[in-house]
Nanobody, 126 residues
Framework: QVQLVESGGGLVQAGGSLRLSCAASGRTFSTYAMGWFRQAPGKEREFVAA????????YYADSVKGRFTIFRDNAENTLALQMNSLKPEDTAVYYCAATPRILTSVTITTRSYDYWGQGTQVTVSS
């Protein structure tokens, strides 16, 4: 089992920045990939970004490319998401996810993860 705890959400004005963190604990040595998803009110949960734990390959949704950066802090076993140039449409609950299973470049962008955090709210005001 892997436990995930997100932090760093909050209220920010459009154009501002936030950094989300996801602390992983438990059987983290078996992690293949971790990712960030978000869910706005009345919408489906959607992929934001993902990273493969060993190779460090990264994947981004088109809507966040060039604005968001996903990275890991090896020493702290933490996944982070740096969000810059935030827009009101980025408002959502952001979830961290992890899986020990090998995912393809396609499935890594889907909800094919085994472990999920509780989510952290990000609100961007116009």
């Amino acid at each position: 089992q892997v436990q995930l705890v997100e932090s760093g959400g909050g209220l920010v004005q459009a154009g501002g920045s936030l950094r989300l963190s996801c602390a992983a604990s438990g059987r983290t040595f078996s992690t293949y990939a971790m990712g960030w998803f978000r869910q706005a009110p009345g919408k489906e949960r959607e992929f934001v970004a993902a990273l493969t734990w060993r190779s460090g390959s990264t994947y981004y949704a088109d809507s966040v490319k060039g604005r968001f950066t996903i990275f890991r802090d090896n020493a702290e076993n933490t996944l982070a998401l740096q969000m810059n140039s935030l827009k009101p449409e980025d408002t959502a609950v952001y979830y961290c996810a992890a899986t020990p299973r090998i995912l393809t470049s396609v499935t890594i962008t889907t909800r094919s993860y085994d472990y999920w955090g509780q989510g952290t709210q990000v609100t961007v005001s116009s």
